[in-house]
């Protein structure tokens, strides 16, 4: 492609996404498309010969886009948001077109550098302790794996790394954890078995004398307690584990604690949520999400730790051919996880946080967490809704009770939230709480209004009728 052609596109692809953001509201929000529509569509051989791209963003247009579940929605309520922003999809491309690779330090000082930069800013926007440091990872998951292998390391005198793992440590979480623990406790190689799942009180939040009987039931057994994964913003329910009383625990036993605050971590840049983070000077790493609920285009995971050097000497590998004569003077973030290669993530969140400034984001943040107060204020009016757990940030659960049984209203809050969905005009998600089937209503799209919150409450009164 030559210069002119690429300029002509870009300009025509960056007049698309501004007019794709600013009408995603009229495409139904969840794609309606069935297993196999968009294969069937595609040739299943490359082309031999290059294509024009005129016909490629046609097809773009014709076959990918109606494939596309529109999370920039306003009417996006599902799962947690992945919301993005203007300066962040500029900065992407930005990226995209440098083009790179920032492994080391001398793949890209600027790259590292602003890395450092922006990690301290949001240190210092969560409010976690001075001193903690970080990177940027690709999600929460690979960044709550980096903590689990940390903490086999600490508790194994960094013997497992030499010899592989030869002594049953254990890992502790609530009930209520996300499914990414279980996984890093699984490829960590610790085995599945060596999770135990403590169980929460009313409010889905982590039991801490639970925590610590089974801590010293399993030290009983000769086992070696080695992490506690406490969560700010339970996936279901957006529980918040009480940080200090598991942080006193960990202390006392000796024992890595990581906090995941994949969604709720954005909601900390609140002065009014600060006290979520009591106890915060026992944490040894921290995980939270600027790619769900900042602004920032996925993927970008702020991952903290207290101690860097655990994290390195975990992690750090020396071939000759990545060293360099200034490895002693910088950080080469490679050492910082799992994978060598990495993407220039820092410049997008630059851009985020400078673009809207700290009090802008805070802004945006309270709006949701006002929209969420709004629905559930709706569901506590309505004699047929009920709520299923605490609003403690942008979620709302509740569910449809007619009065029958818990086995029936399953049944038919399943169904309600199909019809609700199936209009397209709003996507909602569902979870369990205590057996229960839950309708999750998750607000935190960059554009979400008030009238969005009540069109899907009106959506969902209209079709739950039928159930009356
Ligand atoms: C509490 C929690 N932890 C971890 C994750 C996984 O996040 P990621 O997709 O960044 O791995 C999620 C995803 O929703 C989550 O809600």
Not at 83 to 91: E, Y
Not at 224 to 243: E, K, L, R, Y
Not at 274 to 286: N, Q, R, V
């Amino acid at each position: 492609m030559d210069k002119e052609r690429f300029r002509q596109f870009g300009y025509r692809f960056i007049d698309w996404v501004v007019d794709y953001l600013s009408e995603v509201e009229k495409f139904p929000v969840r794609s309606p498309l069935k297993p196999n529509q968009v294969k069937e569509l595609l040739p299943g051989a490359p082309p031999v010969k290059g294509e024009n791209m005129e016909d490629i963003f046609d097809d773009f247009k014709k076959i990918i886009l109606p494939g596309i579940t529109h999370w920039q929605h306003p009417c996006w309520f599902a799962y947690f948001p992945a919301n993005n922003s203007p300066p962040s999809v500029l900065a992407e491309l930005l990226t995209a077109g440098i083009g790179a690779q920032c492994m080391i330090w001398q793949t890209s000082p600027s790259a590292t550098e602003l890395e450092e930069v922006v990690i301290e800013w949001l240190r210092q926007m969560i409010g976690l302790p001075e001193g903690m440091q970080g990177c940027i990872q690709d999600t929460a998951s690979t960044a709550t794996l980096c903590s689990i292998i940390c903490a086999r390391e600490r508790a194994t005198g960094f013997e497992s790394n030499q010899k592989g793992l030869k002594v049953p440590l254990v890992v502790y979480a609530s009930t209520e954890t996300h499914s990414s623990i279980e996984k890093g406790v699984k490829i960590a190689g610790l085995g599945k078995e060596s999770l135990r799942l403590i169980p929460t009180d009313d409010k889905y939040a982590m039991l801490s004398d639970e925590l610590d009987r089974a801590i010293q039931e399993d030290k009983r057994e000769g086992k070696i307690p080695a992490c506690v994964i406490a969560t700010i913003g339970t996936t279901s329910s957006t529980a918040v584990d009480p940080i200090k009383e598991i942080g006193e625990i960990c202390s006392r036993h000796g024992i890595w604690l990581h906090v995941d605050a994949a969604y709720a971590g954005t909601a900390l840049i609140l002065p009014e949520m600060k006290h979520i983070l009591d106890g915060a000077g026992y944490i040894d790493s921290f995980v939270f999400n600027p790619h769900k609920w900042m602004f920032t285009n996925f993927d970008c995971s702020a991952y903290f730790v207290k101690d860097p050097k655990t994290l390195t000497r975990t992690f750090e590998i020396h071939p000759e051919y990545l060293k360099t004569g200034v490895d002693a003077k910088v950080k080469n973030f490679r050492d910082w996880g799992i994978q060598l290669g990495r993407r220039f993530r820092a410049l997008k969140l630059w851009f985020v946080i400078r673009t809207y400034g700290v009090e802008g984001l805070q802004n945006m943040i309270r709006e949701h967490l006002g929209l969420a107060q709004i629905f559930k204020g709706y569901v506590e009016e309505s004699p047929y809704f009920e709520l299923m757990a605490p609003v403690n940030f942008s979620v709302v659960c509740f569910r449809l009770n007619n009065g029958s049984s818990d086995e029936y209203l399953n049944i038919i809050n399943e169904k309600l939230l199909n019809e609700v969905n199936d209009t397209g005009e709003v996507f909602l998600t569902h979870t369990s709480l205590g057996g229960r089937y839950t309708i999750r209503m998750a607000i935190g799209q960059r554009t979400t209004q008030e009238r969005h919150v009540r069109k899907a409450w009106d959506i969902i009164q209209n079709k739950a009728r039928r159930y009356l």
